[in-house]
């Protein structure tokens, strides 16, 4: 079946610019995460949904970053006004439920200039 | 929060031969443990995990082992191959709580 799959694969911006991230999970998968993975380093945890509440936010870096999931499968993650510091990899997982094994999509790599 | 520290950061073997890779992590509470590979350009890919009720678990040339007590957990590759190659991470995680990544080993097998 399908995996995970994000959009877009590469996105460059301006710093400055707003950017979107989308998730679409697994079928089926209620729960959601966001990571954000910094040039060699381990995926860092960002935010969390269960179907459509996020139910934790606790790694967001700034409030320029929202994340949301409104009816309970696709997830978009926002990036206001991007700084240099934001440029990442930025990962998306499903899983069936929290501390079940997480299946992640292949990433946005995002690049602000 | 929970803490994973993973040794080493880059591991180069002789095809053929074992790669182990070990992992700390700091919260007794932390009940479940996989890891994950990652290739250039893509997104981690689950290879095995195992939780805090069973010591060692085995997939074919894969294998990991959990000590509750000193707080650690290693993965074992055998008989290597050149496909291997990759960056692999440790993560930790209890019921409630999102995965604490280790910060990856970049393992090159030789031909």
């Known amino acids: 079946g399908a995996g995970v799959s994000q959009s877009p694969r590469y996105k460059v911006a301006k710093r400055g610019q707003d950017v979107a991230l989308r998730c679409d999970p697994i079928?089926?998968?209620?729960?959601l995460f966001w990571y954000q993975q910094a040039l060699g380093q381990g995926p860092e945890f960002l935010t969390y949904?269960?179907?459509?509440?996020?139910?934790?936010k606790s790694g967001l870096p700034s409030d320029r970053f929202f994340a949301e999931r409104p009816e309970g499968s696709v997830s978009t993650l926002k990036i206001q006004r991007t700084q240099q510091e934001d440029s990442a990899v930025y990962l998306c997982?499903?899983?069936?439920?929290?501390?079940?094994?997480?299946?992640f999509g292949p990433g946005t790599r995002l690049l602000v200039l | 929060g929970e803490n994973v520290e993973q040794h080493p950061s880059t591991l180069s073997v002789q095809e053929g031969d074992s790669a182990v890779i070990k992992c700390t992590y700091s919260?007794?509470?932390?009940?479940?443990f996989p890891w994950y590979k990652q290739e250039l350009g893509k997104g981690p890919q689950l290879i095995i995990d195992?939780?805090?009720?069973?010591g060692e678990k085995k997939d074919q040339r894969i294998a990991v082992t959990l000590n509750k007590t000193a707080k650690h957990f290693s993965l074992h590759i055998t008989e290597t191959q050149p496909e291997d190659s990759a960056v692999y991470f440790c993560?930790?995680?209890?019921?409630?709580?999102?995965?604490?990544f280790g910060t990856g080993t970049s393992l090159t097998v030789i031909p």
């Open positions: 997982a499903s899983s069936w439920g929290l501390a079940e094994t997480q299946y």
């Open positions: 079928s089926g998968h209620v729960s």
């Open positions: 949904f269960q179907n459509e509440a996020q139910l934790d």
């Open positions: 919260d007794s509470a932390s009940n479940y």
């Open positions: 195992i939780r805090s009720n069973v």
């Open positions: 993560a930790a995680a209890r019921t409630g709580n999102q995965f604490y």
